[in-house]
């Protein structure tokens, strides 16, 4: 028995080798027009096997361009869209710039990071203490991602002033306390996380 891994490779393996097959059969028939007629059959006999797809704006110009890369661009005839070129299928992507700084405290990430370095910029007013207080519930909310506990109020002053060097500087009666406190069910979840790290009492 003659199995698929010793075929040779297939260039699109979602059309199946039967598919193949056609295209291979295409490449040795003599008459342009009748290789011509061959490979719009082809065409649609392979449209048929996405009828999901068929909405799409540029399907019919894919299929072409399939049926070029399946015959490794050597079917000579008449293609009504202009086919991807075989130089274009081998080209590496763009580089992506990614950002290489130094984050500070990675549990808050890099956006709340550049929202202190803004707050430190800006003129002392209300826009600039309400950004703070902002920050200060954001810096809660990411640390808490991290500690299912709890966070205090302290814990966040502390790291605020390290970012910014001392330039901002708060007290505990400067931000609401309630919004910052921990809600009643992580404060349940902390009371359960401490029940179960108690020894157990020996009978």
Same mark, same amino acid.
């Given at each position: 028995?003659?199995?698929?891994? $010793? ?10 080798? /039967?598919?193949? #097959? ?21 065409? #649609? ?86 950004? =703070?207080?902002? =920050? ?20 966040? =002053? ?10 901002? /500087? ?24 401490? $029940? ?6 020996? #009978?």
């Amino acid at each position: 028995m003659k199995y698929n891994t $010793q075929e040779r490779h297939l260039a699109l393996p979602e059309y199946g080798r /039967s598919v193949q #097959k056609m295209v291979d059969h295409a490449l040795t028939i003599e008459d342009r027009d009748e290789r011509q007629r061959c490979a719009n059959t082809i065409v #649609k006999i392979m449209g048929n096997m996405f009828p999901l797809l068929k909405d799409m704006p540029d399907f019919k110009q894919k299929l072409w361009d399939h049926l070029a890369i399946m015959s490794d661009f050597k079917l000579d005839i008449d293609y009504p869209y202009e086919v991807v070129r075989p130089d274009s299928l081998h080209c590496n992507p763009e580089r992506i710039p990614y950002a290489n700084g130094r984050i500070r405290y990675r549990h808050y990430g890099r956006l709340l990071e550049d929202l202190i370095h803004k707050a430190v910029e800006m003129p002392e007013g209300e826009e600039r203490a309400q950004l =703070i207080h902002l =920050i200060a519930i954001q810096m809660r909310k990411n640390f808490i991602t991290w500690n299912k506990d709890s966070v205090e109020i302290r814990k966040l =002053i502390t790291d605020l002033e390290d970012y910014t060097n001392g330039a901002i /500087s708060l007290r505990e009666e400067d931000l609401e306390i309630n919004e910052l406190q921990p809600t009643a069910a992580q404060r349940h979840r902390a009371a359960m996380a401490q $029940q179960r790290r108690r020894p157990a009492r020996k #009978k």
